[in-house]
């Protein structure tokens, strides 16, 4: 590489202000610059903002390695472009993420959403009630208390002044209004208050609303001073003393300040702790309050872990989050094949690089193979895995999480649609299915619903899920066979209950579509070889849970109901009846509406099973 020499100075940073492209390149590649590079592959601690921003990593990787001639080609071919493209990364204080390491917000996100809490107009009315009003009122009628019990004993000076505080009161403290009801007990004294200060004697109608005034609140609260009027005061201060959520949304976005907003986080222990000493100085909340749920789940959605980590903490609470992360992990999902654990790391971030807003699904296979045709990433293939293995790999352990973590949820589209891109890449003869017809109208079918509905055939033909749903899997085989496209969709319509056109955005008919293809399912179990870790009997006893759950909807427990059909399915003649005694078990436990309710359905499963057990009633054999 180059020397050390010339107008480069050996300590220079990565960030180095007035620093050209091209004189960070050059000074990349003298021996201080590689090895500053060397010990950020060490570290972790860089940032690839866009992809060819970890080039120069390659080369101190390639170098290091023991690949001179390697490493000195990739510099050859990046360094007519160096005057123009910065091949250097930045400086971080985080390590950068593994390729195993996900998160659902980034800090940036999470920030965001806690810098969207402003004060909630009730609860700031409630502790204007507390803290100004309330004491305002017990004086008040601490003031007809003395009054009534002799009245030479209160002066209209000492009315006067009460007037006056109130006037001041309510001039700076607008959110609450009761006071200005004019039947309120408050208001009544008021106007009491207002006679006896001008010297006037109060008419007999208002003297008898004060008094009943004044007795009104007695027998709510007790008189001021006593022990129950005292310690309801007490509770009332405790609580108003509490700090509002905002406040402390503003403490927590403080903390987050100084991370990087591109990034998720490590640890959301320090984040989202109780009020120290030195920020209670700073900002008046109390000394050990405590950060409550809604302001901790948002950082909590930032943490950086791997994908199991947050199934098991919760961070990942549905099939439908897990499709929104599965995009960020199988953009690197070929950087867990390296055996070097930097290379690794580097190879993710490159994948990494320049991701477009959450949401959206960003990555493809275009985006997979444009990364892979970089000049640096294709110097280190050789160490890398077999794309096919991972990309099989990958898709497997996705499909696995889903069923296992979420088995009453099936495969969401979000998710779907994020692994199709994988299919190919991994070699399945059928593609990954998300909308079963290509146009909300007509009966033209997706390119993918007879390939996913030969899967089905194949792999359910004979099963309990064929008897419960009534289908005859020969006939739909013979249509996949003859790539019959309409024939297929009119079998959907019938089975909808539809007679002639039908348009296929009717939900019933793409509902049908969904359980004869068993969304995708069947695809990735025949051809990925997918099977939860914990067998398809555990699967299917999560299944019904989902389907029981009290919180469920219609649709979410029709759902779960055919996720359940398919993993019992599945089990072989043993499993099938140890899930059903359990099911058995389950059902006689649920209160009586829920069990009404699956009282029809369980008993056509136990049929659709028991029509099976003569002729085993595990899958055919594919």
Known sequence: MDTNTGHHPPGVGLTAPGLSDADLFAHCLTDDGLALLESLLDSGRYEVRAPEHAALLYVAWLRRAGQDAAAAELVEELRPFAAEVRFAPYPAEQPVPGPDAVHRLTVGEAAAALARRAPRPAVEAQREALTVWRPYEDELLGHWLRFEADPQ?????????LLARYREL??????????????????????????????????????????????????????????????????QARQAALPAHHELAALVLRRLAPLDTARGTADVGALTGPVTAEEARGTGLPVGAGIPPSIRAPVAAAVTAPLRTLLDTGAVPSAEVLGEVAAELIAAHTAQGYADESLGALVAATYRARRPHRYALWWSREHHERIASLPWVRAVAPWGPDPAVRARATLRTFAEVCVEGFPGAGLPDLLAAALSDLAPLAGLP?????????????????????????????????????????????????????????????????????????????????????????????????????????????????????????????????????????????????????????????????????????????????????QGASGGSGPDSP
Not at 153 to 161: S, Y
Not at 449 to 466: I, K, N, Q, S, V
Request: charged fraction near 20%; proline fraction near 6%.
């Open 153 to 161: 004993a209160v002066t209209r000076a000492q009315g006067a002044a």
């Open 170 to 235: 309510a001039a700076a403290h607008t959110r609450c209004t009761k006071h200005l009801n004019p039947k309120s007990n408050t208001a009544v004294l008021l106007r009491g208050l207002e006679e006896s200060a001008a010297g006037r004697e109060l008419p007999p109608r208002l003297a008898g609303l004060v008094r009943h005034a004044v007795a009104s609140m007695v027998a709510r609260r007790g008189r001021p001073g006593s022990a129950e009027h005292t310690r309801l005061r007490r509770e």
């Open 430 to 610: 059928a593609p990954l299915l998300t909308e079963p017809f290509a146009a909300a109208y007509g009966t033209r079918t997706s390119p993918g619903l007879l390939p996913a509905a030969r899967a089905a055939g194949e792999l359910l033909r004979g099963t309990a899920y064929e008897r419960y749903h009534g289908i005859d899997y020969a006939q739909v085989l013979r249509l996949a066979a003859a790539a019959d496209h309409e024939g297929f969709a009119e079998l959907c319509v019938a089975r909808a209950g539809r007679t002639g056109p039908s348009p296929a955005g009717d939900a019933a008919v793409v509902e049908q579509a969904r359980i004869l293809t068993t969304s995708n399912l069947a695809t990735l179990v025949r051809y990925a070889d997918v099977s939860p870790p914990g067998g398809w009997e555990g699967a299917a006893r999560g299944a019904f849970a989902a389907a029981v759950r009290r919180s469920a909807t219609p649709a979410q427990t029709a759902r779960a109901w055919r996720q359940l059909l398919f993993h019992l399915s599945l089990c072989d003649a043993d499993g099938q009846r140890r899930a059903l005694a359990w099911i058995d078990d389950r059902a006689a436990r649920l209160p009586a509406r829920t069990a009404a309710g699956i009282t029809a359905p369980l008993a056509r499963l136990r049929r659709a099973v028991d």
